[in-house]
């Protein structure tokens, strides 16, 4: 595959998950080797794009201000190792709200295709819930599972959805890191066709 565009999840993939949000600018902390592997692919000339759910947004638990020295965080840890974040969409609703940005709605990535003006079709959507592979899923991307943040709570769901004949294109990696490794040694068509090969055994 040559370097394109990655699409990544945050809280859970980039950064340390909480159930209760990540509320501040303290509170966000790096998942060991996710910047690290972000940079890797910068490097390479991946596009590095996050597409993220904030709904602590419409909670009241945090505003826009502080999901942008969130964001703003983030982005500065990621440069100070020799990587970039190209552009950043987040949902602000909450689950009632009807929206069609909120994941597993397709929105989020139908406002990258149309903002970055790219396709998605293959292009590697990283995430540790279902929401973001059924999203990616919808928009003909690439759908990847990582087991970090509620990764290990998602997988036996992916499974279930498997079963129904959904989401058999996902493939698994123990995290940010696995991923970027495979994808930058050429090894994540062999990595797919091997997931390929076990959702289709089980």
Not at 26 to 34: F, V
Not at 85 to 103: M, S
Request: charged share 25%; hydrophobic share 40%.
């Amino acid at each position: 595959m040559k370097p394109g565009l990655v699409i990544i999840d945050r809280d859970g993939v980039i950064n340390f998950d909480s159930d209760a949000y990540i509320k501040s600018v303290s509170e966000w902390a790096a998942i060991p080797g996710s910047l690290e592997a972000l940079a890797r692919l910068s490097r390479a000339d991946y596009r590095v794009v996050v597409a993220t759910n904030q709904s602590g947004i419409a909670r009241g638990l945090f505003d826009m201000e502080t999901l942008n020295r969130i964001h703003q965080k983030m982005t500065n840890a990621l440069s100070e190792h020799g990587g970039r974040i190209d552009a950043i969409f987040f949902c602000p609703h909450g689950p009632d709200d009807g929206c069609d940005c909120r994941k597993p709605e397709p929105g989020l990535l139908h406002e990258i295709i149309e903002r970055l003006k790219v396709g998605l079709v293959g292009v590697p959507v990283v995430g540790d819930s279902l929401r973001d592979l059924e999203s990616a899923e919808a928009t003909g991307a690439l759908p990847i599972l990582v087991r970090t943040g509620k990764g290990l709570r998602t997988w036996p769901k992916l499974e279930a959805a498997q079963a129904t004949g959904s989401l058999l294109q996902t493939c698994v990696f123990d995290d940010l890191a696995a991923f970027a490794e495979n994808l930058l040694r050429g090894n994540l068509e062999n990595a797919i066709a091997a997931c390929r090969g076990q959702a289709a055994a089980d």
